[in-house]
């Protein structure tokens, strides 16, 4: 940290003139001091070149009587060293004040460098094809086709319609190793094209890109305060007066009531006002939090504030979603068994021209399988999704048109169900497989059998959590058999199946009763009230999710769920270490209160101290940039 500092040119300037005044004033201890006409024009030289904007900014408090602004603290202190002829602490109590202003610049400029230095990267000119001039990035509209080279930053999102290469996505998603990208596929603005040609068509704005939302979400999420933030900006508002009021009494109650001299108290009213600035104070938490949070950002995490990070150190319990959380969300049609005289090619065409007016992973899947054989896909009409069930619609093929398409709860509602039928079902939820029935209007046409990989790190994050005493719950509208097998493989003891969003909602709210703080885990998309329920909502696979982005506290662009048990260890870090920053900040300032109340303090003393927990606490809070829950915890 400090090879950085040093870079900086004003930190320069400050150590430079901190080396310079600090031996003359410790010469003064001794009453040595420069010829007058060499430390006068140094001294006025200093104090106006890194304290006139706290000088101007005090003098313009003290019109507004505005008594808690720190400039105004420091500019009475500083004119008060002057009017005691210490010339000396004048300068240091400017100098020191500019050292931690310049710290505290430090820390929230290391937090937002990396965003920053992305967006410095992303192009801001790109080539249509076809043209012979790059085009300004706010000019190209959506489905226009921009030209790739190798080892270019892709300037806008979209899709890949011409050539394949790797491309390196860790600036948003945080995973090091590059993916290749083919013809179909999408990319994202601000990624690296490492090696081939690509043409690639216009899905987003410059404004609406995923990096963008990244960014400006980042930005206010550092403006949005945590609670520890809030309760220190309100108690210094009220802190501050009080001691400035208490330093007026200081010296008016012995000089004027007790007859004492007036030089003996003023310089500890003075020593009590630096005191009594609260720089440490109010640095405190927010230095942790920008670091935290620009740990996580590198991460491939996105936390849209303070407050989130805080709470993921209080989780005791987290909710997950099954399908695209614990498992890949990539399900494949595993079993086509057709019935009453169907063949699968005829079931899975029936079956793919419903699902077609579907997003749904598992109509995906459907419409893909039925790809490999040559029955066209059926045309439907009346097309209704229903939340939880299944869909049903008007084949325009098939003689009996009325179709339903989902659980077997569902098809029964509409007729009775054979025996046979039953027996597949079962079948399928013992091998933690979704099935899918078909039915017309008076038969059973077929079932269909999905399975869902589990991911390879679910059972490791189980685990994880754990071990730091979280209980883990699976809340899900799949099958109570498919979600029993994926909850066996990770080890999580506690299932709830079956479930609509809205009755999700209400087994979340069950958990918060119980465990207080609940996190919830989803894909943001089918989630979105669950995650808005939870104590903190965290969305899975946000890099291709707007709805994941904009309604979930917590957003995981790389779909890496063992950043979740990191992210509690860093909120507890972060707990920890806005604590233990704010015990120093006030247990520094009580001794040197007390000390100066009874007249034992001096104006360097009190600066030297104040800077120096000043410098502690920020120093604290950057080391959560590399805090490593395998190596700190």
Request: charged letters at 20%.
């Amino acid at each position: 940290m400090l090879k950085e500092l040093l870079k900086d040119s004003k930190f320069k300037q400050l150590a430079l003139t901190l080396g310079l005044i600090v031996p003359i004033e410790f010469l003064s201890f001794f009453s040595i001091h420069l010829p007058w006409f060499i430390e006068y024009p140094l001294f006025a030289s200093i104090i106006y070149y890194f304290g006139r904007d706290v000088i101007v900014g005090g003098v313009q408090s003290l019109v507004k009587f505005r008594f808690s602004n720190i400039n105004l603290l420091m500019t009475v202190a500083t004119f008060g060293a002057i009017y005691l002829g210490e010339l000396e602490e004048a300068v240091i109590i400017i100098v020191l004040f500019a050292v931690s202003e310049a710290l505290e610049e430090f820390g929230i400029t290391k937090s937002q460098n990396a965003l920053e230095e992305l967006v410095d990267k992303t192009p801001k000119t790109a080539l249509i094809k076809g043209h012979e001039t790059k085009t300004p990035i706010e000019k190209i509209a959506i489905d226009d086709i921009v030209v790739v080279k190798p080892g270019d930053y892709i300037p806008l999102d979209g899709v890949v319609i011409k050539g394949e290469s790797l491309v390196d996505e860790s600036a948003i998603t945080g995973e090091p190793l590059p993916k290749n990208k083919y013809e179909g596929e999408f990319v994202f603005a601000g990624t690296l094209n490492s090696q081939g040609y690509l043409e690639i068509k216009v899905t987003k704005t410059s404004k609406d890109t995923t990096l963008a939302k990244i960014v400006d979400l980042t930005f206010q999420a550092a403006e949005r305060k945590s609670q520890a933030a809030k309760f220190i900006e309100k108690f210094a508002a009220y802190y501050t007066p009080t001691v400035f009021i208490a330093s007026i009494f200081l010296t008016a109650i012995p000089v004027v009531i007790l007859g004492q001299p007036f030089n003996a108290w003023f310089p500890q009213s003075l020593t009590l006002l630096l005191i009594a600035c609260p720089c440490a104070l109010v640095i405190s938490t927010p230095i942790t939090i920008f670091s935290a949070i620009g740990n996580a950002t590198k991460r491939g995490v996105l936390i849209k504030g303070g407050q989130f990070l805080e709470e993921m150190g209080r989780i005791k319990a987290i909710a997950f979603d099954k399908t695209r959380t614990l498992t890949k969300g990539e399900p494949m049609v595993s079993d086509v068994i057709p019935l009453n005289g169907y063949t699968k090619g005829e079931l899975l065409a029936c079956v793919a021209g419903a699902e077609a007016f579907s997003e749904h992973p598992i109509a995906k899947s459907i419409v893909e399988n039925s790809k490999l054989f040559p029955q066209k896909d059926h045309e439907y009409a009346n097309f209704k999704a229903i939340m939880g069930k299944g869909i049903s619609g008007e084949c325009l093929v098939c003689v009996d048109k009325h179709h339903c398409i989902g659980t077997l709860q569902f098809v029964m509602e509409e007729h009775k169900v054979d025996e046979r039928v039953i027996k597949i079902v079962e079948q399928f939820e013992k091998e933690g497989k979704t099935a899918i029935v078909v039915s017309d209007d008076k038969k059973i046409e077929g079932v269909l059998g999905i399975i869902d990989e589990i991911r390879p790190e679910s059972a490791q994050t189980i685990r994880q959590l754990h071990s730091v005493g979280v209980k883990a719950v699976i809340l899900t509208g799949d099958n109570a058999s498919a979600a029993g097998y994926v909850a066996k493989e990770v080890g999580i003891d506690e299932v709830h199946a079956r479930l609509l969003p809205d009755e999700k909602v209400i087994q979340l709210k069950n958990l918060i009763k119980k465990y207080n703080n609940v996190a919830m885990v989803g894909d943001g998309v089918n989630d979105a009230p669950s995650l808005s329920t939870a104590s903190v909502g965290i969305a899975m696979g946000a890099i291709g999710s707007e709805v994941a982005i904009e309604n979930a506290d917590i957003a995981l662009m790389n779909n890496n769920l063992t950043l979740i048990p990191f992210l509690i260890k860093l909120g507890h870090k972060a707990n920890q270490t806005i604590k233990l920053n704010i015990a120093a900040a006030i247990g520094v300032k009580a001794i040197f209160l007390l000390l100066a109340l009874f007249g034992k303090s001096g104006l360097a003393l009190a600066i030297f101290a104040d800077v120096g927990v000043t410098i502690l606490v920020v120093a604290n809070g950057l080391r959560l940039f590399s805090f490593d829950s395998n190596k700190n915890i």
